[in-house]
């Protein structure tokens, strides 16, 4: 039995993020791997292989932390020639460049992975964990779970049987020429599949209970995104795709196709009998849990698809269980973006610190602030101005400026949860959206005085103070076109007469 203090189970991007920081500063790991390669996930999919995230090249900054902003895919990590944009300047990579990148990284790191050792299960003793991958078996004082999606969600459906899965379809939109076509699922992953047969099916449908959330709408950029907007055009086209709310209450075989009875969910009631030649499922994914003993299996989040975690990403029910990657997403669905790279390598950063904490004695670092108005607002307008973090984890991670004894103490990258739980009295900076509920984003009415700053509907610095985990005032600054947050009247001034009143 091999013994290490802490045993990281996937070699996706999530597990090689932990696997840099831990071997970055010496710790006692090892990563354990299912398939021989790392990014065993992005070989897969997405099926039709463009990613949606974001490969902005040219930013007009050779600021390495301003361009992470803009660069949604690499990991953290100082080696130049380790990121992501030098393997590609296609604005929506592919995923081909996502393995070759992951590869490339864990052997230029020269990361302890061991390959093509799938855990087949996970107990806890005494003294930790009991990890058993092939013929090892492991203990580990900590386990971090980094394995990702572990499968399909599959609905509740009579007859979803019938379905095709998204992991299982044909992907050349040739194949399905001249067919009614039934995709279950209005996701991304729903769209991607819809844009592929929009020039080759008769007619497609995405079908699902509740209306669409579009990305421009609610700033989720796990929401559908604007480059599937050809669909939706057709929809509104007349050209007979469309996009149905719906519950799908049966499907059956009939002749060479399929039945499908459905209820309206937005029409009061009203009901219908539909033909198709195909149906395709296109529901998202869960977490596995198979892996985990009948006395050591977490709790899931409300939705049933990820683990629920505390503040700190642990798990709420097992000590000593952690969760990286898309795993992390429990404190933030549909929110900010720890679903996807360019949020959860900060919440590793975040989280080896708290593990070096805890198992390995190192305290959490802080650095002395200013504590006048003017000077603790000019540091807090350099970190708003160039934090690449707290740009992509809007309204999750904050910079934590702890009061005490006089004295005010800085410390990065929090989860303002867990600040707040942690800290008794202290300034959280964040950056964040404004009201959500516009009629039409592309025509907001703006208003421009700072004394309505918290109005602003782009992405613009908050200040909270906190006293005992209670919300005691705030001050929003106003959004700024190109992120510049320096203006004398606009976010200077307003900003230290905060401070001043509440320092």
């Known amino acids: 039995m091999q013994s290490h203090r802490y045993l990281v189970v996937g070699a996706g991007p999530g597990g090689l993020q932990l696997s840099y920081f831990l071997h970055r500063r010496g710790a006692d ?13 992005f070989r897969h999919y997405p099926r039709h292989r463009k990613l949606i995230s974001l490969n902005k ?7 390495p932390e301003i361009r992470l902003r803009w660069d949604w895919n690499s990991l953290l990590n100082d080696a130049p020639e380790l990121q992501f944009p030098r393997y590609t300047g296609e604005y929506y990579p592919s995923a081909g460049d996502m393995v070759r990148y992951l590869a490339d990284f864990a052997a230029g790191h020269e990361l302890n992975v061991r390959y093509s050792a799938p855990v087949s299960s996970v107990e806890r003793d005494g003294r930790g964990f009991v990890v058993r991958a092939g013929d090892e078996v492991y203990r580990a004082e900590c386990l971090v779970m980094a394995t990702g999606w572990g499968g399909p969600y ?3 459906i009579s007859g979803i049987e019938h379905a095709v899965g998204y992991e299982d379809m044909v992907t050349d939109g040739a194949a399905y020429a001249g067919q009614r076509v039934l995709v279950i699922g209005k996701g991304n992953s729903a769209f991607e599949t819809a844009q592929a047969l929009l020039g080759h099916a008769d007619i497609v449908h995405l079908a699902s209970p509740h209306p669409l959330r579009l990305a421009w709408k609610s700033k989720h950029p796990g929401d559908v995104r604007g480059q599937y907007g ?7 086209f007349k050209t007979l795709h469309g996009v149905l709310e719906c519950e799908i209450d049966r499907i059956w075989p009939e002749g060479d ?3 499908v009875a459905i209820s309206y969910t937005l029409a009061e009631g009203e009901k219908a009998l539909l033909d198709y030649d195909v149906v395709l499922r296109c529901t998202g994914f869960t977490m596995d849990t198979g892996v985990f003993g009948a006395g050591c299996r977490p709790y899931l989040h409300e939705n049933g698809r990820i683990p629920a975690i505390r503040p700190d990403f642990r798990s709420v029910n097992l000590d000593g269980l952690y969760f990286a990657g898309t795993l992390m997403q429990g404190r933030d669905v549909k929110h900010a973006s720890s679903a996807f790279i360019d949020g959860f390598r900060y919440n590793l950063r975040t989280l080896d610190r708290l593990l070096a904490e805890r198992f390995d004695g190192i305290p959490l670092a802080g650095r002395p ?4 108005p003017d000077e603790l607002c000019a540091d807090m307008l350099d970190r708003v101005n160039w934090s690449s973090a707290l740009w992509t984890q809007f309204e999750y991670l904050c910079d934590a400026y702890v009061i005490e004894d006089g004295r005010i103490e800085h410390y990065e990258d929090l989860p303002e949860d867990y600040a707040t739980e942690r ?6 900076l964040t950056l964040r959206w404004g009201p959500r509920d516009q009629p039409d984003v592309f025509a907001i009415r703006r208003h421009p005085e700072p004394e309505r700053a918290a109005e602003s509907a782009f992405l613009h610095p908050v ?9 005691v005032a705030e001050r929003h600054l106003l959004e700024d076109l190109q992120a510049r947050w320096r203006d004398p009247d606009r976010h200077v001034r307003p900003l230290t007469e905060f401070l001043a009143e509440y320092g």
Not at 57 to 63: A, K, R
Not at 423 to 428: A, D, K, R, S
Request: no cysteine; net charge negative; glycine share 10%.
């Open 57 to 63: 090249v040219h930013v007009g900054d050779d600021d």
């Open 369 to 372: 602030a200013p504590v006048k």
């Open 463 to 471: 200040v909270r103070l906190w006293r005992d985990g209670a919300l």
């Open 154 to 156: 599959i609905p509740e």
């Open 423 to 428: 800290f008794g009295h202290l300034y959280t």
């Open 230 to 236: 050809a669909f939706l055009d057709s929809y509104w």
């Open 257 to 259: 196709g399929f039945k």
């Open 29 to 41: 790991y090892l990563t354990l791997e299912r398939d021989a390669a790392p990014g065993a996930f």
